[in-house]
Structures are given as structure tokens and as C-alpha cells.
């Protein structure tokens, strides 16, 4: 089975320099930016427009419909400011994407940047939620027998006050999540979807508030993947699990143009039998998307530690 896995979009804001940017309060009204909008639209128009291109998604488009996959994940954050609008383009290219391959989704803290956004204008991506919107309904189950993988999909995405990136998962997925990691422990390969990264070195202002408790799950039940994003960077890590350490792989930002940490996506070929997973990065060097080295994750020696501690009596 292939996979591609593609994360914070932040589908670039209507472009017209900083100024124009600056005049969206007058367009969807001041109310909309008495909160964290606010700040938000000014770092988008001082320095996040830099950063998040239309050329880079673009050229991430291109190439999944050039090579089009068995599932194509998205990981969060398609908006900036959780404005309506933003929910609607971001319907518009799940549509594109759906038109190449089977989509499933799951939001990240942008997408919940006020509160009621995304339980407002996120039934735009039902189709893609498996019909999740409300928080207490999530996780959702993507079960592909044919291939022998079943793909979780978790909601971390919680309004938080300014100057906070952060997620929490909640006791009610949690439960159903170690739920589903029981049902199909030694049937399937088990992909467990996220937005926020469950590792502890994550920045404090952008940490999953409960990721001890996530931790722990995946060190008793297992998993066979985890795939995150938020940090727009790609990375790999060992999580402890209870028959080794469970990889983790950390996705760039689909859109994101910067040399010394690239933009793009990445595709994953699994196998069930025997069990394989190969890593294949497309990152946008030099003004095109280019394949990367495949590469099968090995965790770090400190990851493999971690696992026998847990394991210990």
C-alpha cells in the first residue's frame, strides 16, 4: 500500500502584499478579529506570507496526481485563522485531492484558532472526517483489510488562549483509541494519525497537553506508525512500545519554502506480510520538488532505551 501524508498547508491568505492582508478586519468585520485573529493576521502579513507559498502546494498537488497514492492523510492546520472562507478553500482542495485517491483528515490548532470554528465551519470536511466535527466524536477508523492497515485518526485541534499552540487529545479518544489498538493488535498494521507531536521535547507553548497519557497507551498496546505534524519540519523518533519502539514520523509543511527546512510531503509504501514500511520525502529544493532517498525508520538508541524501561519490571 502507498500513502502520501501531507500537513500543515496553511492555504496561503488572499495575496496583495501586507497591506491588503491588514484590511481583511474591515472585510470580514472587526468582531472577527476581536480575539486571536488578531495576531495572527499580523505574523501571516509580517512573516508567515513569506513562508507558506501557493508554489510549493502547488507543486505538492502536482506530484500526487502525477503518482497517484492508495490513501492520501492530511494532518491539520489547511487554515491560518480558522476564518470561514479559509474552510471553504480548504473544502475545494480536499475535493481536487479526493478526485485523485480515498482522503481522511484530521484538524490541527489552526483550524481551531477560535472557538467555534471548527465545530462551526468544519462540517465543510465531514466527507473527509469519516463525518467527525465534534471533538467527543473523534477518533475516527479507517479500515483497509485489503491492504491489511488500519489508519486512527485523532483530533488534538482545541481553541487556546494567545500565545498558545498547544493540543489535547481528551480522556473519551483515548479510550476509544487504546480500544481500536486492542481490536486490531497482530491484524493490521496500526497508523495512528495526529496533529501535535506526543514527544516531550516539543516546545512548551506548542506541546499536546496530554501526551504522558498518550504515551503510555502506545508503550502498553502499540502501534505500528504514528504520523504527526505542527513543527513543519521533517523528523523521525522512537515512541516506546511494548514489542520495541513504535516509529514516528513527522511531517514538513506542504507549503512551506525554506531552504533549511523544506516544504513538502511524504510518501509511505507499507507491507503486512512480511512488514515493511519505506519513507520516501519530497521536499521543495531549489524551486522544485524533489524525491529524497527512501529510507525505513530506525529509532534513535535512546528511543530503543526508553521502550525497556517501560518494559522493565
Known sequence: ???????????????????????????????????????????????????????????????????????????????????????????????????????????????????????????????????????????????????????????????RPWGDAGGEIGEAQLRRLEEALAAFAGERLRVVLLHHPPHERTSAHKRLADRRALLDLLARRGAELVLCGHLHRLETDGLPGPDGPVPLLQGPSASQLDERRPGGYLRLRLAAAPRRLVVEPRLFRDGALRAEGPFTPGPPAAAAARTAEVAAP
Open 1 to 159: 500500500m502507498e500513502i502520501a501524508f501531507l500537513t500543515d498547508l496553511h492555504l496561503p491568505l488572499p495575496a496583495g502584499g501586507p497591506a491588503a492582508l491588514l484590511r481583511l478586519p474591515w472585510t470580514f468585520g472587526p468582531r472577527a478579529f476581536a480575539n486571536k485573529r488578531a495576531s495572527g493576521l499580523l505574523s501571516w502579513a509580517l512573516r508567515r506570507s513569506r513562508r507558506h507559498r501557493h508554489e510549493v502546494l502547488d507543486a505538492v498537488l502536482a506530484d500526487i496526481a502525477r503518482d497517484p497514492p492508495d490513501l492520501i492523510l492530511v494532518g491539520g492546520d489547511l487554515c491560518n485563522l480558522a476564518l470561514p472562507e479559509e474552510f471553504e478553500a480548504a473544502r475545494e482542495l480536499l475535493e481536487r485531492l479526493d478526485g485523485i485517491a480515498p482522503v481522511r483528515l484530521v484538524p490541527g490548532n489552526h483550524d481551531a484558532y477560535v472557538p467555534g470554528a471548527l465545530e462551526t465551519y468544519g462540517r465543510l470536511w465531514a466527507p473527509w472526517t469519516e463525518g467527525r466535527v465534534v471533538r467527543d466524536d473523534w477518533p475516527w477508523l479507517c479500515d483497509l483489510p485489503q491492504y491489511g492497515v488500519a489508519v486512527i485518526g485523532l483530533s488534538t485541534a482545541v481553541p
